[in-house]
């Protein structure tokens, strides 16, 4: 069994920034990419960042690129989202996932997710 879990999340000012984390954990488990997700209310859940282990390659929604900054530690299954320039649009529930299937960071069928974390960006 693998559980991912986030933490992170917070209340902010527009303009303000946060750093969210999370582990994926496992007896065996090694993953080849991890990934956020949000969902805002209403709204479905959108890919926010993903890390590929293999080559350190990385890609962003457009919505985020320039803010927001993917980082992690492959032997920890472990990734940061460093979100800095928060907008109000921001605020959602951010979802982590990890995977061992899939190189690819244009997949969005991951296999563990996280419960989520919730990031309120006041304007």
């Known amino acids: 069994q693998v559980q991912v879990v986030e933490s992170g999340g917070g209340l902010v000012q527009a303009g303000g920034s946060l750093r969210l984390s999370c582990a994926a954990a496992g007896r065996t488990f090694s993953s080849y990419r991890m990934g956020w997700f949000r969902q805002a209310p209403g709204k479905e859940r959108e890919f926010v960042a993903a890390l590929r282990w293999s080559g350190g390659m990385t890609r962003y929604a457009d919505s985020v690129k320039g803010r927001f900054t993917i980082s992690g530690d492959n032997a920890k299954n472990t990734v940061y989202l460093q979100m800095n320039s928060l907008k109000p649009e921001d605020t959602a529930v951010y979802y982590c996932?990890?995977?061992?299937?899939?190189?690819?960071?244009?997949?969005?069928?991951?296999?563990?997710w996280g419960q989520g974390t919730q990031v309120t960006v006041s304007s």
């Open positions: 996932a990890a995977d061992s299937r899939s190189y690819s960071l244009y997949d969005y069928a991951y296999d563990y």
